[in-house]
């Protein structure tokens, strides 16, 4: 089976520049979650879908940050402008319904450095 | 996002020792409670869930939740160098199952 797809691996950008990141659910999978772990931090949930709608939001920075999720499937999460206090690594992760056992798989994440 | 608290660490026991690491929650409703181990560098992976008050015992691994005192632990027995990772106490909480970390606690095993 294979497991949730991220990408890039590792960005560098300068502040006030733009980032975009990818991510593909394992197949099946309803929810999926991103997440912002910093250095040092337990990983803060930015967004969470199920399916193609948004189900939680409430930690998004929503005048920098933006997410979407086309037909349910893939996702895409964008920063801009970038702030030096985004860097951090960007999990992504699903689930297959999001019920309350369920355990999370997550992808390799993305980890961003703004200069 | 509701209050996940951990004991700060870091943690260093002998190879051998049980590690004894605990987490407070601050949602009396939360429903289910999970610890994931991360090694530095990677992404999280799930290593024990429970739901009900009492002990759920996996291998080396042991979880304690005691609802009543918003409080779950995690005891590692014979600890291995392979257990030194950070570990992520995971609170499941609301309608929507949302999924609140701790800040983990590192553990280093001394060989």
């Known amino acids: 089976e294979a497991g949730v797809a991220q990408s890039p691996r590792y960005k560098i950008i300068e502040k006030r520049q733009s980032v975009a990141f990818w991510c593909n659910p394992i197949s099946g999978h309803a929810t999926l979650y991103w997440y912002q772990q910093i250095l040092g931090q337990g990983p803060k949930l930015l967004i969470q879908f199920q399916n193609n709608g948004v189900v939680d939001d409430s930690q998004l920075p929503k005048d920098r940050f933006s997410a979407e999720r086309l037909k349910g499937v893939d996702s895409t999460l964008k920063i801009q402008p970038a702030k030096l206090e985004d860097s951090a690594v960007y999990l992504c992760?699903?689930?297959?319904?999001?019920?309350?056992?369920?355990?999370?798989?997550f992808g390799s994440g993305t980890q961003l450095s703004v200069l | 996002q509701k209050e996940v608290e951990q004991n700060s660490g870091p943690l260093s026991v002998p190879e051998g020792a049980i590690a004894s690491l605990n987490c407070t929650y601050s949602?009396?409703?939360?429903?289910?409670f999970f610890w994931y181990r991360q090694y530095s560098g990677k992404s999280p992976e799930l290593i024990m869930s429970?739901?009900?008050?009492g002990d759920k015992e996996d291998g080396r691994f042991t979880a304690q939740l005691n609802k009543a005192s918003q409080y779950v632990s995690l005891l590692i027995r014979d600890s291995q160098p392979s257990d030194s990772a950070t570990y992520l106490c995971?609170?499941?909480?609301?309608?929507?199952?949302?999924?609140?970390f701790g800040a983990g606690t590192t553990v280093t095993v001394r060989a």
């Open positions: 949602d009396r409703g939360s429903q289910s």
């Open positions: 992760a699903s689930s297959l319904d999001g019920g309350v056992g369920e355990k999370l798989f």
């Open positions: 429970i739901y009900s008050n």
């Open positions: 995971a609170v499941r909480y609301g309608g929507d199952y949302k999924l609140s």
